[in-house]
């Protein structure tokens, strides 16, 4: 069982223990000496977080260690370093990014070769790996050194000119780009010039510190409020490292991962694209995508929550698209992850290529009534084995069967259990995510 790697690679509070010093560099080192003997080489590319300057120089002083070579991309998009280390034929990637977590968090995030998100027996290897370095390190040692990096424009350029392209009719579009403060502060106003796109910014002066803060995915409604007010045709909101991308129509109505997927999916069946006429969603997708892909003749499978999860039940059903709720869309036969700017570019393709409004396109979904509750915990113990939780998850589904589901997962990048519940009865939906999450805050609640 791994335990530093998380669903999203390693992930934690900046300065704490697994994102110390001295862990940093022992993830370099072992990272370096994972790698296949022959020249190293790797790509790596940060978020906006004060944390993540030193982080990237901490680990690049491991991978130093190990004879590997680092070469910076800068402030870069967690899908621009899965495009780079793929296309430029590094050895690995290496995001420094906690994604959409607060500032004070960070993490690692690893890719292959092949821009692919690492296996998990890959990643407990390294795990051994980094234990086996740590173990290695004379008492006291607190390993401070680090390697400084300077980003290659050539990097960052490589990615961009790679997304751009020309997309017919978007300048008679008004849109308004929420970058979260995020790493598509440094990419998005550029790229969106390159395609043409009438486009208004809004949070992307990240000060290190603002990364997510009441902005960008993790709160669609401002850049919706933001459409609405400025009478504007869309909204686009991307999360902290830009692998995911929300919208919002005209009336300043969220438009999520699931509607996103069935515009796209729509779109490819129509072009003869869809290969298997299969969408690949996760346990967290409203019923309602299902039913209205069904109607559409596309069949949808769920995968575990995790776009690497989602990627690997793309690769087994041969479908090109799959994605998540929250975003994540990964279209496989241009990317290897999920991408908010590559996914933002596909939409806007289609509205301003429709001659509709996204409301309009995206109106076959009728959404099934679903509620979501964190419980903080302060342990991941197996639901199963705790007779107050499983009982009234048990309740719950007894109570849906065929109207409705259950979905109780922990996180599996900060200390929470999330129950999600979806039914037609929303009394009912109210009434079991409560019983279940109350059973959780008493049997595994943080103090």
Not at 36 to 55: C, F, H, M, N, Y
Not at 361 to 376: A, E, H, M, S, T
Not at 412 to 437: D, F, P
Request: aromatic share 4%; charged share 25%.
């Amino acid at each position: 069982m791994r335990r530093l790697f998380g669903t999203d690679g390693i992930r934690g509070v900046a300065g704490v223990y697994p994102l110390d010093k001295k862990t940093v560099y022992a993830v370099g080192r072992a990272l370096g000496h994972h790698l296949p003997a022959g020249p190293k080489r790797i790509v790596l590319g940060q978020d906006t977080r004060e944390s993540s300057d030193w982080i990237a120089q901490t680990l690049s002083a491991g991978l130093h260690v190990s004879g590997t070579e680092t070469e910076s991309a800068g402030v870069i998009t967690t899908p621009g370093v899965a495009y780079l280390a793929h296309t430029k034929k590094f050895s690995a990637g290496v995001v420094i990014s906690a994604s959409h977590n607060p500032w004070e968090d960070n993490g690692i995030k690893v890719f292959g070769p092949d821009g692919y998100k690492l296996a998990d027996e890959t990643e407990l290897e390294i795990e051994k790996e980094i234990f086996s370095v740590l173990a290695s390190f004379p008492d006291g040692e607190t390993h401070t050194r680090t390697a400084s990096l300077t980003p290659s424009t050539q990097l960052h350029d490589a990615y961009v000119q790679w997304l751009a392209r020309p997309i017919a009719g978007s300048e008679r579009l008004k849109v308004i780009v929420d970058c979260a403060n995020g790493a598509a502060s440094a990419l998005a106003p550029e790229l969106f010039g390159l395609c043409g796109v009438n486009a208004e910014f809004i949070h992307h002066s990240p000060n290190g510190r603002n990364i997510n803060e009441n902005c960008g995915a993790l709160h669609p409604e401002i850049v919706a409020r933001e459409v609405a007010a400025r009478k504007a045709d869309l909204g686009i909101c991307f999360d902290g490292d830009a692998d995911r991308a929300l919208f919002a129509d005209h009336r300043g109505m969220v438009v999520n991962g699931d509607a996103v997927m069935l515009l796209l999916a729509r779109q490819l069946k129509q072009r003869g694209e869809l290969a298997n006429d299969t969408v690949v969603a996760t346990t967290m997708s409203n019923m309602g995508l299902e039913i209205a892909l069904k109607e559409l003749g596309i069949r949808m499978l769920r995968a575990p929550v995790g776009d690497k999860y989602v990627l690997d039940e793309m690769k087994k059903s041969g479908a090109v698209i799959g994605g998540e709720q929250s975003g994540h869309i990964i279209l496989s036969r241009e990317a290897t992850t999920g991408d908010g700017l590559l996914t933002a570019l596909h939409v806007l393709a289609v509205v301003a290529g429709s001659g509709q409004s996204l409301a309009e396109l995206v109106d076959g979904l009728k959404v099934f009534p679903q509620i979501i509750k964190n419980v903080r915990v302060r342990e991941k113990e197996p639901l199963s084995l705790i007779p107050a939780i499983w009982t009234s998850i048990e309740a719950a589904e007894r109570d849906l069967e065929g109207s409705g589901r259950v979905v109780v997962r922990y996180s599996g990048t900060e200390a929470l259990a999330r129950v999600m519940i979806e039914a037609e009865s929303k009394e009912k939906m109210e009434r079991h995510a409560n019983a279940i999450a109350q059973a959780i805050q008493t049997e595994l609640g943080a103090k």
